[in-house]
């Protein structure tokens, strides 16, 4: 691009390219930063509190304390099986809790799950409420807060943003008040 002043050679303005490049890519930024990837919601069969406390009981000897897996398949995130098209669904998960599950080929751990986790004592109402919580700590992937890193990254895209849209307003305003005074300037030479 070749400058002539302030004014690009087809007639079109710095500023007002400036003008549309800024917000455009404030637009952009938030909208790719904010973009959710986490699985659709689905409909809790049952408590996920009290499935929580029932995890902590039952199954977090072989699925890990915080669901990510051990001698058990990860289940935050759900570990994908070859096969199942939503392994996320309510009734596949109370199957699956129920009855246990046979390795396949593909599946990610070679081991069994035992029916019923290997407790015989769970009720119906205490599988839905396991499914509950599993289904529910997989809508917030990876169910703790953000790490100090990943916040101090945040933080710091969104001051950037926030910084490069002042400077971008004092410039608008800067170019706006040299054009008023210059007319004021003309104006009293008249």
């Known amino acids: 691009m070749i400058f002539a002043g302030m004014r690009l050679v087809k007639g079109f303005k710095v500023s007002a390219l400036v003008a ?5 890519l404030l637009a952009l930024t938030a909208i790719t930063t904010l973009a959710d990837s986490s699985p659709a919601r689905t409909a809790l069969p ?4 009290r499935g929580a406390t029932l995890y902590g009981q039952n199954c977090a000897t072989c699925h890990g304390v915080n669901l990510e897996g051990g001698i058990g398949a990860v289940l935050n995130p759900i570990d994908k099986l070859p096969g199942v098209a939503n392994p996320l669904d309510p009734d596949f998960l109370i199957s699956i809790i129920t009855n246990g599950r046979q390795p396949q080929p593909g599946d990610p751990k070679s081991i069994a799950m035992p029916a019923k986790g290997g407790n015989a004592n769970l009720t119906g109402q205490d599988i839905k409420d396991l499914a509950a919580y599993i289904i529910q700590q997989n809508q917030n992937p990876g169910g703790a807060p953000l790490s100090a890193n990943e916040l101090a990254k945040r933080t710091m895209l969104w001051v950037g943003i926030g910084i ?5 307003i004092t410039y608008l305003l800067a170019q706006y008040n040299m054009r008023w005074i210059a007319r004021r300037a003309a104006a009293r030479h008249r």
């Open 164 to 168: 490069v849209g002042m400077v971008f």
């Open 20 to 24: 549309l490049a800024v917000p455009a």
């Open 46 to 49: 049952g408590d996920p509190t």
